[in-house]
Structure formats: C-alpha cells, structure tokens
C-alpha cells in the first residue's frame, strides 16, 4: 500500500502568487492513504464548477455570434459535470471507508460531519450577512417565522432533499452527500447481514441508480442526476474486483474505458446542445445515463490508466486546487456575486465584449482559487484539527444502528 510522501511540494515558478503567499502555494498531500490523482481531479472538476457558475452573469449580455456566447453554450450543456463528479468521488469513497470496516457508522460519520460542518455553518453565516448587507442578493423571506425556518433548514442540510431553496446555490449537494452518508451505512449494513456477492452487491447498485433516477424524474422529489452517488458505490464495488490476478484484465481494458467515457462526455455534450425528439426516452434520462456511464469510465481510467496519465493528474497546480477543493465549492459564490452585483453591472455594455468577458473570467478564477486556498489553509484545516480530537472520544452506543462485523476485503489504495 503506497502512502503520500509528506514533503512540500515544489514551488510553482513564475507567478505572483507564490511570491505573494508562499505558505499557501505550498502543497502537502494529507496524512491518509489515497491515490495522488484524484486531488488532481478535484481540481479538475472545481473549475468546471467555477465557470459554469462564473458565467450565469453574462447570459444575455454577449453577441450571439461571439466566442464568450459559443463559450457559455458549452457551459450551459455540460454544466453539472463537475458537481457530478463530486458526487461520484463522495458514493465511492463512503461506500468504500464503509465496506472496509475500517470505521464504524458513527464514528464515519462523526469525522465527515466534523470535517464538513464548521466551514458549511461559517460560510452560512457569510451569505446571511451578505444578504443584510446587500439586500438585492437576498433569498431570506421577510417574514421572521418563515426566515427562521429558512435558515434552520439550511443549516441542517435539507435543500435539495426537500423542496427548499438554497441560501448558497451548492449547498443543495451538500445535503445529498450528506443523505448518502446514511445510505451507504444502510447498504453497507445490509450487504454483510444478506452475504451477497460481489457481482450481487454490484447489481444491486447498479438497479438502484437507475430506479433512484426514473423516480426522481417522474415524481421530481430529486434530481435525476443524484443517482451518480449510487453509482460511485458501485464503481468501488468495480474496482476492489479488480484486485490481485485480476488487476492485469483491468489495465487492459483502459483503452476500452477511455474510448466509452469520451463518447459519453460527447454524447451527453451533443444532446444537450442539440435538444433532439428522444422518443419515449426523457432527455434529461438520456443524458444522466451518458454522464454516469462517462464518468465511470473515466474514473476506470484515472485508477488503471498509464503512468503518465496519473502523472498528468497529479499535476502539484491541480492537486492544490484539489486539496482546497471543498472550501472552493462554498467560497466561490462569493466571487460570482461580487462580479454580478457589483462588477458587471458597473461595466455595463461593456462587459458583454469578448476581451472583457476573458479578462473577466481570468480575474475571477484567480480571486476565487486565492479565497479557496487562504480559508483552506488558515480556516478550514485549523478547525478540523482543533475538532478532530474532539470527535474521536467512543459515544454511547445508538442501539438503533446496529454494528455488523465487516466481510474480509481487499485493502485499497483509495480508501480515505
């Protein structure tokens, strides 16, 4: 089992930034056994996050001919990518920490709430000044039965779950990560009461994605493309199967692998840019089954894929922005609003041109990837030591969550 080397990573060699905050351009990998890559991917797909999002101010104000109006089309079709492949990576690696037994239900999710909570209850606290503050940003009803309640069930992750706005527009997958959690201990739970196979255990999830999307398509509790958290769990299923002789059949297979995840991406690209009569097929179903067979392709290759790939990935740039990943995805909104309230409106006409929408986007990324990595480093990694220690004393025991022996597995490189 390979652990991450703790050594800083080198400096990134011309840009202001390292001159200008050299603590926060440093790059240490954390304690816990992982594969390098996958911070890479992170980041990967916090940029995506970050423009989809960047661009809603612009909607509207470009020419339609113009390369920023060709540029918000594409972000338009594959917008939820990144925070689909958030999801994926979250099914699999609770579906994984879980299943290995390693942790206990209680005590996994005592440390993902300690680690998700404090940032999420301050950076509520950051948007419920703003929108005092800046009153045209504010989603708070007026009256102060109903904002209470509309706090209280921001805090308590229920947006997205149930039909309640979101103060910060992410926080709605939040609140499915953090249903999922409990998903996967009951899965886990069940699995090792009935003994399935893996192939069972793989099905089984697999059915459960598709069932998990048709009803939130026909019944609208949720979306569609949450179903992605079940099919990060069979992907850990996917891949422990692929340990020892089997590894070998794995890596032959990336080439297959590679070739399925771009036609999804495409696929899905296509179909959305397009908006073709998909016959009995809802398009919105369509298009979740070319993401998830997409993205579970291209997660088979960042596992078993060639070395310069994983090299590629592990990028220290992209593993920066990976680290920091999670207070991005709730800082971020802070640039998007400072642009759509204050900068775009002040530009005018002006900031529909396509050398000012690039400058624009430019500035942007830059000022958000800044906030990410300085509540990263002085916000977010000192609360979660300060409250790791605290989490990690043995409850009583909830009688109603029973503790099953865990089934003998693999140990995996992955497994947080």
């Known amino acids: 089992m390979a652990v991450c080397e703790s050594t800083p990573a080198p400096r990134l060699a011309g840009t202001a930034l390292v001159r200008f905050l050299p ?9 816990s056994v992982r594969l390098r890559q996958l911070d890479g991917l992170r980041g990967v797909a916090m940029l995506w996050v970050f423009l989809v999002h960047f661009g809603n101010p612009w909607v509207g ?40 037994g390693r942790k206990g239900f209680r005590a996994f999710l005592r440390g993902r709430i300690a680690r998700l909570y404090p940032l999420y209850f301050l950076m509520t606290g950051v948007y419920l000044a703003g929108s005092v503050l800046l009153p045209q940003m504010s989603k708070i009803p007026p009256r102060p039965l109903a904002a209470v309640a509309f706090i209280a069930s921001n805090l308590l992750f229920l947006p997205g779950v149930f039909h309640i706005e979101a103060l910060m527009e992410v926080s709605w997958t939040m609140s499915f990560i953090v249903l999922f959690y409990f998903v996967a201990g009951a899965i886990t739970v069940l699995f090792r009461l009935c003994r399935l196979s893996r192939v069972e255990k793989f099905l089984f999830l697999i059915l459960s994605a598709a069932i998990w999307a048709v009803a939130g398509h026909y019944t609208g509790w949720w979306q569609p ?88 990935l592990s990028a220290n740039l992209l593993r920066q922005m ?59 990694n000192p609360i979660a030591a300060w409250v790791k220690p605290r989490v990690a004393v043995t409850p009583r025991r909830l009688h109603w969550w029973p503790e099953v022996s865990p089934e003998p597995r693999p140990p995996h490189p992955a497994v947080l």
């Open 23 to 31: 603590r926060i351009s440093r790059y240490t990998p954390p304690r």
């Open 61 to 100: 104000l470009v020419s339609s001919g113009s390369s920023p109006a060709a540029f918000l089309r594409l972000l338009e079709a594959d917008g939820s990518l990144g925070s689909s492949f958030f999801m994926l990576l979250s099914g699999f690696f609770s579906y994984t920490t879980l299943m290995a």
């Open 225 to 312: 493309r949450t179903n992605i958290l079940w099919i990060g769990m069979a992907l850990s299923e996917a891949v422990d199967a692929m340990s020892g002789a089997r590894n070998n059949l794995a890596t032959r297979i990336v080439a297959l692998a590679a070739s399925v995840a771009l036609a999804g991406i495409l696929l899905r690209t296509w179909l959305m840019m397009t908006r073709p009569d998909t016959g009995p097929i809802p398009i919105d179903l369509l298009r979740n089954l070319f993401t998830v067979t997409g993205l579970f392709a291209f997660a088979w290759v960042t596992h078993f894929g060639p070395d310069w790939w994983k090299r590629l």
């Open 322 to 380: 990976g680290a920091a990943s999670y207070s991005f995805y709730l800082t971020h909104g802070i640039t998007v609003k400072i642009f759509r309230f204050g900068v775009v409106p002040l530009l005018g006409k002006a900031a529909g041109l396509p050398v000012v929408f690039w400058v624009c986007q430019i500035l942007g990324l830059v000022m958000s990837v800044i906030v990410a990595r300085i509540v990263f480093e002085y916000v977010e």
